[in-house]
């Protein structure tokens, strides 16, 4: 009778510790957690995401310790293209057929747009980083999309609203004819009439566009005081580059309305210095941004763009939310990463609101002249901190219905 019980109690305790194994892994899906990142690796937004931004995302991964809730840490990266149909076909893809769990969502809002459409069909976490377009937390607002690092309304009310307080009360939009291109010149346009400006043209080029002489003509024609660069990356160093060529530059000013260190780094201070510029974060800021940017300088042999550390960042948020919340259930993940306060080597004090978007300071740069800069890298004066409040899309003006 002894015998009988201790093997049934051993039995009984076999099934219960087989049980209990099922449920821990059953909060992990299979039995990884991957993480998955899109970006342009390529194109003409490479140099400020691209191959960096994924470096970014391992440093992360490493320094969380390559685990979490006892499973490997898994990435897997891809290049959109520029291509919004290439991106969205990839995201499916890795949805349905290899089990990543969420992804990051680098530069071009053609691309990221589309990508939240399918995140937010399977169910996913979308985290957009080097996107601008303020429809993925308005308009195209969903519970699956948070928009971490700026939008083009947080860089309207920046550079637009600050070079129009400078003098420059007359614009005409440079203009990268797609989803992000429309929104920033949209947006800025709305602010420099608020401020009492006025707006006499647009002219929208292709992206990645070869030749910018007759757009800069349309723009010297108008007569504006400023020509606004409402584009990015390799389009904007192009345009600069031809503005300066064709001396637009001395009949107009011009005001980048994306502008990364990269660009500026690309172009040198002697084309750049005394630009107005808005960004989310600028490596030389703090003891802790120094600090992460010196580890990543050591692996990538240039300084981060903000994009790049807004990467790393949003990756260790995920992980974080992922270990707090026990398990990688994107429904349970997402509510634990808006209910967390964000204070990292990124953003201090940030918080991700109802609509997706993460509020944070933003920041009116101006670059430095080559007189003021005392070392590599050191191309920016900190001109004014824009609270996080003010700097994005008020509840007001909201059209997500998950912010009503």
């Given amino acids: 009778m002894k015998i009988k019980m201790k093997t049934l109690t051993l039995a009984v305790s076999t099934t219960l510790a087989v049980g209990f194994a099922g449920s821990a892994s059953a909060q992990v899906s299979g039995d990884t957690v991957k993480l998955g990142f899109v970006t342009d690796i390529s194109g003409l937004y490479s140099d400020i995401d691209g191959n960096g931004g994924v ?6 991964i490493a320094d969380f310790g390559g685990t979490v809730l006892g499973k490997k840490i898994e990435l897997v990266t891809a290049d959109h293209q520029n291509k919004a149909d290439i991106a969205a076909s990839k995201v499916r893809e890795w949805f349905d057929q290899q089990g990543v769990d969420a992804v990051i969502g680098g530069t071009n809002s053609g691309t990221s747009l589309s990508m939240a459409k399918i995140a937010q069909e ?12 303020a429809r993925l937390t308005n308009e195209e607002c969903s519970p699956y999309t948070i928009h971490y690092a700026y939008d083009t309304v947080a860089l309207a009310k920046g550079t637009g609203s600050a070079v129009v307080k400078q003098g420059g009360e007359t614009w005409f939009f440079l203009t990268a004819d797609y989803a992000f291109g429309h929104s920033l010149e949209s947006d800025t346009a709305n602010v420099v009439k608020k401020s009492g400006g006025k707006v006499l043209g647009a002219v929208r080029h292709p992206l990645s566009a070869s030749d910018f002489s007759s757009f800069l003509l349309q723009a010297q024609t108008s007569k504006a005081q400023i020509l606004g660069l409402a584009n990015a990356g390799g389009d904007t160093i192009n345009a600069i580059k ?15 309305l994306l502008m990364f260190i990269n660009d500026v780094h690309s172009l040198g201070l002697n084309l750049t210095q005394g630009m107005y510029l808005t ?18 300088f050591a692996k990538m042999k240039k300084m981060p763009s903000s994009l790049q550390a807004g990467d790393y960042s949003v990756a260790m948020q995920y992980l974080n939310a992922v270990k707090a919340a026990g398990t990688d259930d994107a429904d349970k993940v997402i509510a634990k990463m808006k209910a967390t306060k964000i204070n990292d080597m990124f953003a201090k004090n940030g918080a991700i609101r109802p609509d997706g978007r993460m509020v944070h300071d933003m920041f009116l740069m101006q670059v430095k002249t080559s007189a003021e800069s005392k070392y590599p890298w050191d191309y920016y004066k900190v001109v004014q901190t824009i609270p996080g409040d003010q700097a994005f899309t008020a509840k007001a003006e909201s059209k997500c219905a998950l912010w009503k």
């Fill in 55 to 60: 470096e970014a995302v391992k440093m992360a």
């Fill in 122 to 133: 399977k169910k996913k976490p979308f985290l957009a980083v080097g996107a601008g377009s």
């Fill in 242 to 256: 031809a503005a300066n060529e064709f001396g637009i530059n001395k009949t107009m000013k011009l005001a980048g």
């Fill in 279 to 296: 960004d989310s974060w600028y490596w030389d800021q703090s003891d802790d941004s120094r600090k992460w940017a010196k580890r990543y």
